[in-house]
Structure formats: structure tokens, C-alpha cells
């Protein structure tokens, strides 16, 4: 049981580093390109929960609707949908 | 609140373990599984999302539905409304992993324009985002896909005030992924053997169903630990 225990932990610890080390690789690495520049996977998180943001027709990632929070209208090619101020 | 939420309290970068809305006027972070949706219809891999996931998982099972999940409290107190309740067979419970790897992976990954995304469709959603965007006027739609919204959120309602943890049982995706993690997370329920003399007090407390001195690293389990005041469980690491 208590040599069970022991394997048991050192599989989480194993789990725990290797999550902890994917946050750390899309903190640190991950790049995106938005709109002709680069973010970070954070500043993708945001304008996908604001900004609607899709993938245009070169695949680029594009934000061609209004921002809910800044009002911002996004520069990629323009929307061919009706406007939607909110995704829900 | 809200005018403090719309200028200080912008974490929307992070995605908290929670099953809520991003878009609720009072969201201070990302609903993880709103980013797993988002990221599926851009094809691209929630690298944060999945390491955060797989942290919470890894350490504490599902113990996120027992205790931080609002939709889990709404349930909880509709769930008191005196009414018949029901039971339903343990194998409707797969019905949420279907959920997630239908509405939040593939439709997402394959129609990354449909309506039927589990975002927009998902009850949470339509609590806290559309029915409040629409009564502070910002959105004023009023079309066949907010009143199907509305339908389901009803028809959940009604679901989990028969049915205990009914959404968190049969529909959740946030709940589907956790549950992945309750066999062998740090923090588990076990049982003190020298106390158990099956008496199914814990049984009879278990919101979700489950007998707790037999089933007590269940994927349904959702730790909220009533089962502990019977005192024959314990919560721990061991």
C-alpha cells in the first residue's frame, strides 16, 4: 500500500511538472499572429473573449467586429456578417 | 461593481477553473471553457488553459464543482424547491463527455460559425451575459437563437430542480474534464476503514447519487464533501 502511495506521488509530481511546464512554454513561447502582429497567448485569451476574433481568408487571425469594451473597430479585412456587439 | 469590473478588474487574459461567462458584464476572467471553444474555432492548442486544467485536476479532482462553480450554487438552492425529485441511470452521466468532445471540440473545430457551439447554447451563458446585456439594452436581439438560448437555460432550470446537480451530472463540460482526474488526484476522499460499518449514512447525504464508502474516487464524485461529516470518509492526500 505504502509502496503504491509512493509511485502514486511521483506520478502527480511528474503531472504537475509537465502542466506547469506547458503555462510556462505559452507564457514564455507561444506567438501568434494577430492582424499582422505578434501576441503573446494572454493577449490572444482577451480579444477572443472581446474582440470576436477569426480566422480571415489568407488563415491569419483577424478581430473584423467592434470590441464590446474598447470600441475599437479591428483593422483586418472588413466583415461581410451582420455586426454582433455581444457573442452571447 | 460594474463600472469598477469595466476599469480595474480586467483579468480576461486568465482563465479561472469555473464554469461562468466571459461575457457577463461582471466576468473578471476567461471561462475556461469559452477559451477551449474560442481555441478550437481558431485551431489553435490552449496551451495555458490546458496546463491550468490539468494543474487544478491533478491536485484536486472535481473539487472545483463541490465548491467554486456558481452554476453548482444555483443548482444547490434550486434544487430545495419542494418538489418530486428523480433518479436517473448511472450511464446518462456519459452524456457530458459527449458534450465536450461534440459542442466544445469538434463543432467549434469543423463550423467555427455555427450557433451551436456549447457557448451559445450554454445556460451559464444565457444567465449571466445575455439576459443582462439585453436588459441593460446593449444588446437588443431579440431572434430565434436568444429564445432557443432562453429554452435551454429553462429547461435546465426545470432539470436541475428534479434532478440534484443535474447540469454538473449530465451536461457539464467543465465537469466532464475534472472528472478525468478524480481517480488519482492528490487531494481524495478515502475511507477509514476501522469507522465503515455500512451503515449508507454517507449514501444518503451524496448530492450526485454515488454510495462514497464504495465509490469514493467515482469520476461523478464532485467533492463536496458531505459524505466527510459522517466521519467514516476522510479528505486528504493520502
Known amino acids: 500500500m505504502r509502496k503504491r502511495n509512493v509511485s502514486r ?34 493577449e490572444l485569451i482577451e480579444l477572443t473573449t472581446t474582440d470576436s476574433v477569426r480566422r480571415g481568408q489568407d488563415g491569419d487571425l483577424i478581430s473584423p467586429r467592434v470590441s464590446i469594451d474598447t470600441g475599437i473597430i479591428g483593422k483586418g479585412e472588413p466583415v461581410k456578417t451582420k455586426p454582433e456587439p455581444c457573442p452571447t | 461593481m460594474l463600472v469598477l469590473n469595466s476599469y480595474f478588474l480586467q483579468l480576461r487574459f486568465a482563465c479561472v477553473p469555473a464554469l461562468h461567462c466571459h461575457s457577463c458584464p461582471l466576468s473578471i476572467f476567461a471561462c475556461p471553457v469559452g477559451v477551449l471553444v474560442n481555441f478550437s474555432a481558431l485551431r489553435i492548442l490552449p496551451f495555458f488553459a490546458i496546463g491550468m486544467l490539468g494543474i487544478v485536476g491533478v491536485v484536486s479532482g472535481r473539487l472545483v ?83 432557443f438560448r432562453v429554452a435551454v437555460l429553462l429547461g ?63 469520476p461523478e464524485c464532485i467533492r463536496c464533501l458531505k459524505c466527510t461529516s459522517t466521519r467514516h470518509l476522510k479528505f486528504g492526500i493520502k
Not at chain 2, 450554454?122 to 439585453?134: D, K, N
Not at chain 2, 476501522?194 to 449508507?200: F, P, Q
Request: hydrophobic residues 50%.
Open chain 2, 65 to 147: 464543482c463541490g465548491w467554486l462553480c456558481p452554476f453548482g450554487l444555483i443548482q444547490d438552492v434550486l434544487h430545495k424547491i419542494p418538489v418530486r425529485k428523480i433518479r436517473i441511470p448511472r450511464k446518462f452521466a456519459y452524456t457530458k463527455y459527449l458534450v465536450l468532445i461534440g459542442l466544445v471540440f469538434a463543432v467549434p473545430f469543423f463550423f467555427p460559425n455555427s450557433r451551436f457551439t456549447f457557448c451559445r447554447v450554454c445556460p451559464a451563458a444565457t444567465l449571466e451575459a445575455s439576459i443582462p446585456w439585453r436588459i441593460m439594452g446593449v444588446s437588443s436581439g431579440y431572434g430565434f437563437s436568444f429564445f
Open chain 2, 156 to 218: 435546465v432550470l426545470v432539470l436541475v430542480v428534479i434532478l440534484n446537480r443535474g447540469f454538473c451530472r449530465l451536461l457539464c463540460p467543465l465537469g466532464a474534464i475534472f472528472s478525468l482526474f478524480n481517480r488519482f488526484s492528490l487531494f481524495r476522499i478515502r475511507l477509514t476503514k476501522k469507522d465503515c460499518n455500512d451503515c449508507g449514512l454517507c449514501a444518503r447525504v451524496c448530492p450526485v447519487g454515488l454510495n462514497p464508502a464504495k465509490e469514493m474516487y467515482s
Open chain 1, 9 to 42: 506521488f511521483i506520478l502527480l509530481s511528474v503531472a504537475i511538472i509537465l502542466f506547469a511546464g506547458v503555462i510556462l512554454f505559452s507564457l514564455l513561447k507561444v506567438k501568434h499572429s494577430f492582424q499582422g502582429t505578434d501576441k503573446s497567448e494572454f
